[in-house]
Each structure stands twice: as structure tokens, then as C-alpha cells.
């Protein structure tokens, strides 16, 4: 397995981002600490000097894990289940955007909060539910042959209606129905609120995991909380994931110490299994 820490060029007032405020003033240390590769919080890539993150990353032999999308819902409200059409659809551009960008890096993309919510009646959920699923159709199919796979996050029930627990998302993966360009990402800290049991949930996943978040209990880095995470990585292994673990976690008690717990605590892990 490889290993990704978060990085986000905004100052966010609270998000479970590790580096903040900037991208090529962490490089160093990210790389420093034995990180193979970032992953990457923007809401529009087009704001990026992507030749000169290239050179930056190439320099120090970091790739891209995952381009997080959730700021251009944040930040300018855009949404696959907007009452707007011409929202809707920007929101589908900027994810092809994002693949295009992501192409360069064989990265992932996640599907999180620019997939929209469901809410209201039952006729407007119905079609809210349709457009989210005609977004992600359109983007999954422009993916196909860039190296990118479009991975689906349950969130949990305090934060959104849908696509809240990993059955959910495998249920909606499979009606999306482009297996070779749509995963799931598995994230510990909504597991551990919305999963009876994460192994389980996990091993019923099985390879559709593409990405992996990787927090404690209370989201602070692993080996900070109580979550039983040597047993996780461990089933994970067992379901056949190798891609990225990440750190997505609250920068607790200080960016630093967060990520070098994080990376500290699982090279342990992995070295004594």
C-alpha cells in the first residue's frame, strides 16, 4: 500500500484537511516524512500553475492520490441535483475538469458533496436521486480511458440524506452501471458512525474500494482514537485493496504531528504484519 496526506491551497475554518493555506510549502516535508503522494482538496483546477505543481511533485517523487471535489460545493454551491439546470451542468463540467486534470496523475476523484442531496417530497427526491445519477453517468463515461476512476463516499446522515453507509453507495454504483471507471472510497470516520460493522462493510465491498480514508474515532490521525485500525488495514489487505491510504483527518494537535502520527503508526502497522 502507498501512502497520501491532504493538502487544500484555502484556509478552511474547519475541515478534516491536514495542510492548509497552500500546496508547494508542504511538499517538502510530505516528502520528508515518506509520503508517496497527496491528495489534493481544490474547487477549480483551473486556478492551479499545473506545469509548475508537476515540476514541484516530480522533484520529490509525490504523485496525486485524489483530487477531493467537495470545495466547488462549498465554495461556489455547484451540484449534479441543483434546481438549476445550467448549475447542474456546471457542476458536471468542472468534474470532467477535474478528471482532465486528474488524467495526468492516474488519479481518483472523489464523488462526495458535488453529488448533491435529496430532500422534499417523494417525486422531487425521485428526481433529485435521477439527475445525481445522470451526473455521475456523464462524468464516469468522459473518465473512461484517462487512467481516473470516479469513487463514491458515503457520508454520514449528519451531514447529508444519501449515499450515507456503503450500501448505499454500492447500490448506487451498480445503477451507474461503469464498473470499469466508478469505485467507492471507504472513509473511516463515517464508517464508524454509519457501519454496523466496518470489516463487514469492507469485505462486502471488496475491490470496489478505490480509495481509502483513513481516520480515528474522534478524526484525528490513526493511533489517536480507539478504532481498532491494525485489524482494518488488515481486512482491507484481505479484501485485495493496494491503492492509497490517506489522511483525511482533522490537523490535531498541529498539521505536523498529525501527519507524522498518521504515517508513523501505519508503516508500523504494515512492517509488522
Known amino acids: 500500500m502507498k501512502f497520501s496526506v491532504t493538502v487544500t491551497p484555502i484556509k478552511p475554518k474547519f475541515s478534516p484537511l491536514v495542510f492548509t493555506g497552500g500546496i508547494m510549502d508542504h511538499l517538502d516535508l510530505i516528502a520528508k516524512l515518506g509520503f508517496d503522494a497527496i491528495e489534493l482538496h481544490i474547487a477549480d483546477p483551473a486556478t492551479l500553475d499545473r506545469k509548475a505543481l508537476r515540476r514541484a511533485l516530480?522533484?520529490?517523487?509525490?504523485?496525486?492520490?485524489?483530487?477531493?471535489?467537495?470545495?466547488?460545493?462549498?465554495?461556489?454551491?455547484?451540484?449534479?441535483?441543483?434546481e438549476d439546470p445550467s448549475i447542474r451542468q456546471r457542476a458536471i463540467q468542472r468534474m470532467?475538469?477535474?478528471?482532465?486534470?486528474?488524467?495526468?496523475?492516474?488519479?481518483?476523484?472523489?464523488?462526495?458533496?458535488?453529488?448533491?442531496?435529496?430532500?422534499?417530497?417523494?417525486?422531487?427526491?425521485?428526481?433529485?436521486?435521477?439527475?445525481m445519477l445522470e451526473g455521475c453517468q456523464q462524468c464516469a463515461h468522459y473518465a473512461e480511458g484517462t487512467g481516473v476512476t470516479l469513487v463514491v463516499e458515503p457520508i454520514n446522515r449528519y451531514e447529508v440524506h444519501y449515499i450515507v453507509?456503503?450500501?448505499?453507495?454500492?447500490?448506487?454504483?451498480?445503477?451507474?452501471?461503469?464498473?470499469?471507471?466508478?469505485?467507492?472510497?471507504?472513509?473511516?470516520?463515517?464508517m464508524n458512525i454509519e457501519e454496523p460493522s466496518i470489516l463487514e462493510s469492507i469485505k462486502r465491498a471488496g475491490k470496489l474500494i478505490r480509495h481509502v480514508h483513513l481516520s480515528d474515532s474522534n478524526r484525528w490521525a490513526p493511533g489517536f482514537g480507539h478504532l481498532d485500525i491494525p485489524t482494518i488495514v488488515a481486512t482491507l489487505q484481505g479484501a485485495g485493496y493496494d491503492h492509497y491510504l490517506s489522511l483525511e483527518v482533522l490537523p490535531k494537535p498541529a498539521p505536523i504531528e498529525a501527519a507524522t502520527q498518521g504515517i508513523t503508526y501505519l508503516k508500523a502497522i504494515l512492517k509488522g504484519q
Not at 496523475?105 to 472523489?110: K, P
Request: net charge negative.
Open 58 to 82: 516530480d522533484e520529490r517523487r509525490l504523485g496525486i492520490s485524489m483530487i477531493g471535489s467537495g470545495l466547488a460545493y462549498g465554495q461556489e454551491g455547484l451540484s449534479w441535483t441543483h
Open 96 to 131: 470532467k475538469d477535474d478528471i482532465d486534470f486528474g488524467s495526468e496523475y492516474n488519479a481518483t476523484l472523489a464523488v462526495g458533496l458535488i453529488r448533491g442531496d435529496l430532500f422534499g417530497d417523494e417525486a422531487k427526491m425521485r428526481q433529485q436521486r435521477q439527475w
Open 165 to 190: 453507509n456503503m450500501d448505499q453507495a454500492l447500490d448506487f454504483v451498480k445503477d451507474v452501471d461503469c464498473p470499469s471507471t466508478v469505485g467507492v472510497l471507504a472513509d473511516t470516520f463515517h
